[in-house]
């Protein structure tokens, strides 16, 4: 039966060219604009790659302290001494780390080719929530972050930069004039991993003085994604024990974030304002969406309307012979989706070129960063793609399927007998 | 008791202003195996007739029995099926299907009963070698003549092996050699036991079928 | 001829239906577009009050490691000295600034009260702390009275002010509660009615400004002229007090304007050739950005960008769902209506005739669309919408636009839709014009 109607569906489009045409890009035009959205999102955080651990990462990125006697507010990132003592001792995640970034002059002993180089403070624990390969050395483990040693890790095209194609490992460099020995050399990786993307990784505790120095961000990774409550509530006793100990100070601290929820965020100060950006956040894609399915649908509306009045010859045959109207409503609505989904493939296709042309603005990732396939063309997306497809299918083609299907028969025949 | 039975059919139609009679008290039984003509002016109600046996609408009053069973009430899921088991239509103007071939034209009916793809296409074949036209099984509507048409429509009211055939006026858009084709067909069915209902205007045809009903401004006269 | 018109839109009122429909919807979007594009526009038609060509902001490190004695003992202002000597030999170099929560585009603001003599009115300003050449860098006008120098110590407390749109600094009924407004008298009731509407200082009123916290007093000794943070900002009033000794160090905010003549690749140059002359123990030239850059930057980061881009991609798509709207349905109804055509052109009508009809017809369905849609764009302007669902909104109060940009609205997305929309419809109706009347009516 649904070989039939493929078959026909494919006939009536080549003889019908104009009018398919027009259908079909209408169809590409509103799958582009939708899933270069979605596509984007997905990319944003889907847990693949570097950053495989998207779904179970959480974040504090900040803090906001009031000073009640002074009435005056102080916001601004971790400072240490309020990390330290606090967040330091959080039982419920597997892994946690303190993380900063800053550019840095680098360059080799000796040499006077400086580089600027996007430089990554961490701790050991850093390793195990992203994902790197090694092309050689190895990651610092607890031993180096408490001794303060002063090992670098660098990318593959800053070892190039710096080394050009001497081995590297074992060698010193100088990170805004203070020599550190190169330890490891790992793979380069794609920017849009932002939390994990660098040129260079050191542990924290290399820095001099870096007890005096603010935390850039605090990265929680737990066992299981159900373990946020419990995290949560040790950040909240963790704020409690701070007030206790510091006479009319209160402190938030701004998190723990999910990964999804701090790209739609990441700028307020506390987390109720989080909240508001959410929730405002996702009321501005639900009204995108539906004006980008409503304008399109509306379009296609008019165009299968037309269309059916062009068969209703067809289907008063078709009911005559025994066509019950849900078997008309069925043949209808899997034609138009032969359409959709035309236009769907197109469209998404359309959409990693948009992706492409426009990253700076939907990925906030330089221009000549590229994006790993598996990133673009995964399960949530081709999901999408056709959920996309069916819905604007359904609205588009739904009333006109639906009047087609009870069209009384006589009149049908005779419609064209003048 | 004939394979159908009309008992005072009336079928008004209403627009918003206007109210036209098209059948009015009409009864009418149809033996089985019978080839009717039913004649009668341009506007008397003949093809509202033949809509009404075929199931196509319903009447204002009155009761129509196919094959022994009153129609009336019939819901339209179950007129659909009732159609396509008993019913086989031929109409005037063809009413193939363009954007399908011949073969799958012919194969119409049987979609819409329990049926496998081969027994469809072994079905849809016989029937096109017996109105002789096996050889344009690939073609679609638009490379066909008129008789060629016709015979196509043919055989697809036949395809699921109907009891009667409603042709309304078969031979119109047909010139008279090619009319002629479709009669002798016609003769054949009905001879090979189908009960044939048709609408005609062309008197010399209707003769040569075994009884023949007029009608006049919505009644029967004779 | 329009009744006609009407007539026939009415009869097909069903498939014109959904044209009308998606008229409104793409209407209305294109409405509050055109809104937000216009406040872009005329915003980015003031005057900023300032000038950022061929400015580039310079950054200094400081080493690390090393003991708190040693900081202690570093000499600033020394340090200072010495920088600006050698970058002003440097070709090209016209002016160097020194600043704090000053400069445009680096992201760091102050804000605080003071109390303005002899009147006592509180009011609240940008504060900007910078040197005597900062007006020069940044092509600020002097308006009125004299630039301080920053090196004395004397005019330590001379300050300089600007205002906002008209030049005047604003302050609310609310802040002044306690205060006597001068010239209307104690115990008015306006006081206490005005509440938070703005109301205005007249600078050239000021004689100096009171800082109620250390009890000092700054004299007013120049008026600059009005400046924006950004393109999209509004005009503020702003204090500039002379950078301070204790604020001064290579970690300010370094700006310096070079010539346009020299302005070719003048990061790397200046970085490469620099490099050794201004390692100043134990500070360090870390890197050389033009202001440009980092304007895009904040554009990008506080939405503006984002939004442009926005506005752009959704008035494209829907231009194009339009026109293919446009055309589809035209096509059909054309195609369906080839008889009537032909019958009008065998009763005497021209093709250009047929021509206007069609286009008459779209131009009025797009009016009956702009009605409805101009109460719901007015009604929803009226209401948080945009706001709750975090669309651009034009911030009307901030450029002073009225009722008048409602009219400008109006037409604006009037012309555009009307030109998409007979674009659209020029193609079937050629085609349908072109039908020779005989063929049109053997169609039936």
Not at chain 1, 315 to 343: D, Y
Not at chain 2, 110 to 121: A, D, G, I, V
Not at chain 3, 338 to 363: C, P
Request: net charge neutral; with cysteine.
């Amino acid at each position: 039966m649904y070989k039939l109607y493929f078959k026909q569906a494919i006939a009536m489009l080549k003889q019908n060219k104009f009018i398919s045409l027009i259908a079909i890009l209408g169809t590409a035009l509103a799958i582009m604009m939708i899933m270069a959205i979605i596509v984007s999102d997905n990319i944003k955080t889907i847990s693949i790659g570097a950053e495989p651990n998207r779904y179970r990462t959480y974040y504090i990125p900040t803090m906001m302290e009031r000073d009640t006697v002074q009435n005056s507010w102080m916001t601004g990132t971790i400072s240490y001494d309020r990390y330290q003592g606090y967040l330091s001792d959080l039982q419920t995640p597997e892994y946690s780390t303190i993380m900063s970034r800053s550019e840095q002059l680098v360059c080799r002993e000796g040499e006077s080719e400086i580089h600027t180089l996007k430089r990554r403070t961490t701790g050991e624990d850093y390793w195990k929530i992203y994902s790197f390969r090694f092309i050689e050395g190895a990651p610092w483990g607890e031993e180096e972050v408490q001794s303060g040693v002063k090992h670098a890790i660098l990318s593959e095209s800053a070892t190039r930069k710096l080394f050009k194609g001497e081995k590297a490992v074992g060698q010193m460099i100088l990170i805004n004039f203070v020599p550190y020995r190169v330890t490891g050399i790992v793979e380069d990786i794609s920017e849009i991993f932002n939390m994990a993307h660098a040129d260079l990784w050191i542990p924290y505790t290399s820095i001099d003085n870096y007890q005096s120095w603010g935390v850039d961000m605090l990265v929680l990774m737990a066992k299981n994604n159900s373990d946020l409550p419990e995290i949560d509530r040790e950040v909240r006793q963790a704020e409690k024990k701070y007030d206790a100990s510091h006479a009319n100070k209160v402190l938030s601290y701004r998190g723990p974030a999910k990964h999804s929820d701090y790209q739609l965020s990441g700028w307020a100060s506390t987390n109720e304002d989080a909240a508001v950006k959410i929730r405002v956040a996702r009321r501005k894609s639900l009204f995108i969406f539906l004006v980008l399915l409503l304008v399109p649908a509306i379009n296609l509306s008019g165009l299968s309307l037309s269309r059916m009045k062009r068969r209703t010859e067809e289907i008063g045959v078709r009911k005559a012979f025994g066509a019950k109207r849900h078997v008309i409503l069925i043949q209808v609505l899997f034609e138009n989706l032969i359409t959709s989904l035309l236009g769907g493939v197109v469209g998404l296709l359309l959409s990693y070129g948009v992706i492409y042309q426009m990253k700076h603005w939907l990925l906030g990732v330089p221009e000549d960063s590229y994006i790993p396939f598996n990133a673009l063309v995964s399960w949530p997306v081709l999901l999408s793609v056709v959920l996309v497809c069916v819905l604007l299918n359904l609205l588009s083609a739904g009333i006109p399927a639906y009047r087609a299907s009870c069209m009384n028969i006589v009149n049908s025949l005779t419609q064209n007998d003048k | 008791m004939g394979i159908i039975k009309l008992e005072g059919i009336t079928k008004i139609y209403r627009t918003k202003e206007v109210e036209t009679v098209a059948l009015e008290n009409v009864n009418l039984e149809v033996k089985e195996k019978e080839f009717l003509s039913v004649m009668g002016p341009s506007g008397c109600g003949k093809s509202t007739l033949l809509n009404l046996m075929g199931l196509l609408d319903l009447p204002d009053e009155g009761e129509i029995r196919i094959n022994g069973i009153d129609t009336t009430g019939m819901k339209d899921g179950q007129m659909a099926d009732f159609r396509n088991a008993t019913l086989g239509f031929v109409f005037q103007s063809f009413h193939l299907i363009n954007s399908l071939n011949v073969l799958d034209n012919v194969e119409l009916p049987l979609l819409y009963r329990p049926s496998t793809e081969k027994e469809r296409r072994e079905k849809a074949k016989a029937v096109l070698e017996k109105v002789g036209l096996s050889h344009r099984m690939r073609h679609f509507p638009s490379q066909l003549s008129g008789g060629q048409s016709q015979r196509v429509a043919i055989a697809r009211a036949i395809v699921g092996g109907p009891k009667i055939i409603l042709a309304d006026e078969p031979t119109g858009n047909l010139d008279s050699r090619m009319g002629q084709e479709i009669m002798d067909l016609l003769f054949q069915l009905n001879e090979e036991g189908a009960t044939i209902v048709m609408v005609t205007h062309d008197e010399h045809i209707a003769e040569s079928t075994q009884r023949i009903v007029r009608f006049f401004d919505g009644r029967r006269v004779e | 001829m329009i009744r006609h018109i009407l007539k026939i839109i009415w009869n097909e009122r069903k498939a014109n239906g959904w044209i009308i429909v998606e008229f409104i919807v793409v209407f209305c979007v294109l409405w509050f577009c055109c809104d937000y594009m216009s406040f872009i526009v005329k915003s980015n038609h003031e005057p900023l009050g300032f000038d950022i060509d061929h400015t580039y902001e310079i950054r200094m490190s400081k080493k690390t490691g090393m003991e708190p004695k040693e900081e202690e003992a570093i000499d600033h202002y020394s340090l200072v000295q010495t920088f600006i000597r050698r970058v002003k030999q440097y070709p090209g170099v016209e002016s160097v600034s020194f600043s704090n929560s000053a400069a445009p585009y680096l992201r760091s603001s102050s804000s605080g009260t003071m109390v303005s003599l002899p009147d006592s009115i509180h009011v609240q300003t940008r504060i900007r702390y910078v040197s005597s050449e900062f007006f020069d860098v940044f092509k600020i006008k002097l308006e009125q009275g004299r630039i301080f120098n920053w090196e004395d110590n004397a005019e330590s407390k001379n300050v300089i002010v600007s205002g906002n749109r008209n030049g005047h600094f604003e302050y609310t009924a609310e802040n002044n509660k306690n205060v006597e407004v001068s010239g209307k008298g104690k115990g008015s009731s306006e006081r206490t009615e005005a509440g938070d509407k703005k109301q205005e200082l007249e600078l050239s009123k000021i004689r100096a400004l009171y800082n109620d916290h250390m009890k000092e007093e700054y004299p007013i000794v120049g008026i600059v002229n009005p400046t924006k943070e950004d393109p999209y900002a509004p005009y503020l009033g702003g204090v500039y007090y002379p950078l301070g000794r204790d604020r001064t160090s290579l970690n300010s905010q370094i700006v310096v304007r070079i010539t346009p003549h020299a302005d070719k690749d003048f990061p790397e140059r200046f970085t490469r050739e620099m490099r050794q002359q201004l390692n100043l123990d134990p500070y360090f030239l870390a890197s050389v950005v033009s202001l440009q850059s980092l304007k895009k930057d904040v554009l990008a980061y506080s939405g503006i960008t984002g939004n442009l881009n926005s506005i752009y991609a959704i008035t494209t798509f829907l231009v194009i769902n339009i026109f293919l709207g446009i055309i589809g349905t035209f096509w059909y109804r054309v195609q369906a209506r080839r008889n009537e055509i032909g019958t009008r052109i065998s009763m005497g009508a021209t093709r250009k005739d047929v021509q206007r009809m069609l286009f008459g017809e779209t131009l009025l369905l797009l009016f009956i669309a702009s009605f409805v849609a101009v109460n719901i764009c007015l009604n929803i302007a009226q209401t948080d919408f945009l706001e709750a669902i975090g669309l651009p909104k034009a911030n009307r109060e901030q450029i002073g636009m009225g009722i008048e940009q409602d009219v400008i609205n109006y037409f604006v997305t009037y012309f555009f839709l009307a030109i998409i929309s007979l674009l659209a419809v020029w193609y079937p109706t050629r085609q349908a014009s072109r039908v020779a009347p005989a063929e049109a009516l053997r169609e039936e």
